[in-house]
């Protein structure tokens, strides 16, 4: 939701452009002169547009919010904390931005001030970006489920645009109501700036954030666990709704294994987004993150997670472990390849890994080179098309995993090769089987 | 010969007549910014690297203003071409904004951490990239209606460009020890290339 308060920044970014130019339309064209015979004065041109404003951004603020929440709704199981002081938030600075326009407009007759201003709001919020001081804070994603203190970060905002708002009026005069707004206004802004960072739930959210720091933090939170099939899930408590969706692909890949494997499964812990990767975490637990797949990308979770699962049953490197460097190893040619990629066909249709080119710099002397990545379900392992082909005509085969089970220590021992499984698998050799290209996997 | 003799008479003038007060607001806050980055402790890569950048975009919007010639539609049959007169402008805009650029970066680095790779070279081309964009969407403007506003438009258009690369991140704004690093700056240079031809195409004479 920090995300989608950010979006009310982009918004309030045109509109804070749209509101200075329509504040500093008296100067264009001689503008000023022409409106001097009109009855209504310069004041209430001034209060007339902070209105506008006011409902321009509120408008716009509440439509491109509820279109973008809406839109994450469609087809998904939506988790986490609904936070509706949040998402006011991101109203209210867009609010804020189109004040701040009119104020500028008001007080610096350069076209050049509102570009500056909106570069100025982008620049704190990613130099401060944990700040409470901000108008909006986007990386409270730190930490799944960290208390946040929205209500009195939303007051505010609030007060900041009652200052704005009447420093732009004050630019016509100084009567006592307007000098008492601004007073007040500054005042309420300290009074809640205060109670947002000292209040309890400030202190937590540093807490959290300090703990972030720690090798485990990834996973810390990550204790509502529930036990299925004889495998444990944990997540976060905001995200249990996931756990039926975890279990959807990781249960069909356990009940194909045979049952002493099923003993010895790591847990499937969810982690967060940012932060350290202890290897004792990555070797205990499969580490499925705070997204998951919808209108069709949940077919690539799913494939994933049971990819996961079917690699810490053979003794496969997973997502973030690497066996032969970080290029990643090669599992063509051996006979585990076929046995992994007909387990994740339990769930889903295994499909062939991707590959990116990546530049290195070389420690030391900063030279430079390309490197190309495997990047498959797995993680860093390559198979080839040989694999892929044997694992789909098994997967045709209806006792496929009765001789998988029977022949289970030898296929999935890295010293057997493609040739000497099949007759284990009752496959008859097709295409000419595969050599591994880079360091095989051990 | 004749264009050279041209060139170089018409370089006071142009100049004089360019509005150099965005520019000089954006430069005092570009330095403004880069003294502000992380005060009183060393700058650390991510830090550096999003001053240099917000600047970079800064400065191409406030550049985009010196190619605002209010004149230009009476400026016809002065001897100098459109063409001319714009490169003088945008030429003049640009060397400024990346004077301050260099200035607020050079201040920034003198205050980083040494022993990591800061990037500079990278920063360095996107920092371009930003500049002549800045010049290019408001001499797009500029040809429609030379008007001051025309820079706003062309502010408008280049924060928004700015804006939406922002969402996928790690392939346009990586930092300098990410992979994707080198592949981030082949786009960034190949976009420079594109926006410098834009803007040596819309500084052609506009036709009324």
Sequence with gaps: MADTALTGLVVGAGLMLSANLATLRDQRGDAGELFDPVPIRVDARTIATLLACVVAGTVLGVAVIAAQVGSMLVNSTPVGRFDLAELANGVLVTILMTTVGVAAGRWTPGLIAAPIVILLFFWAVFQFATSWLLPVVPRADLVVGAPRPPAWHALYVLALILVFGAAAVLRHGHGPYRVGLVTVGTALAVLTATMSLTSPEAALMRKAIDRSKTPTSIIEGADHCVSSGGVTYCSFPSYTGWIPLWEQAVAPVVAALPSEVRTTLPTVRQRTATGMIDPQVLADNILPGTTWGRNGGEVASRRWLAAQMAAAATGLPREGQYSGGRAGCDLRGQARAIVVLWLIGQVERPVLPGRSSVYVRERGNGAERARTNVQSDFGAVDYGAAELAYAERLLTTADAGDRIRAGWRKLVDPATNVDEALPILGLTAGSAASKAEGTPCT | ?208
């Design chain 2, 1 to 208: 010969m004749r264009l050279g003799r041209l060139s170089v008479a018409a370089v006071p003038p142009v100049i004089r007549a360019v509005d150099w007060t965005p520019l000089a607001a954006a430069s005092v806050t570009t330095i403004a910014l880069a003294l502000l980055t992380t005060p009183g402790q060393p700058i650390q890569v991510q830090n550096l690297t999003v001053t240099a950048r917000m600047c970079g975009v800064l400065l191409g919007v406030a550049a985009g203003f010196a190619v605002v010639d209010t004149a230009d539609e009476i400026s016809a049959v002065t001897p100098a071409p459109r063409w001319l007169r714009q490169s003088i402008r945008a030429l003049g805009a640009f060397a400024v904004a990346a004077a301050v650029w260099a200035v607020a970066v050079s201040v920034m680095v003198a205050r980083a951490v040494t022993d990591v790779d800061l990037g500079i070279g990278g920063l360095i081309v996107e920092a371009a990239f930003w500049i002549i964009t800045g010049l290019s969407c408001a001499a797009c403007a500029v040809r429609f209606q030379p008007v001051r506003m025309a820079a706003v438009a062309g502010a408008a258009v280049t924060l928004g460009l700015a804006v939406s690369t922002v969402f996928d991140r790690e392939r346009f704004w990586p930092l300098p020890q990410d992979d994707q690093w080198q592949a981030a700056h082949v786009i960034w240079g190949v976009g420079l290339v594109v926006v410098t031809t834009v803007l040596l195409l819309t500084n052609r004479e506009v036709r009324r």
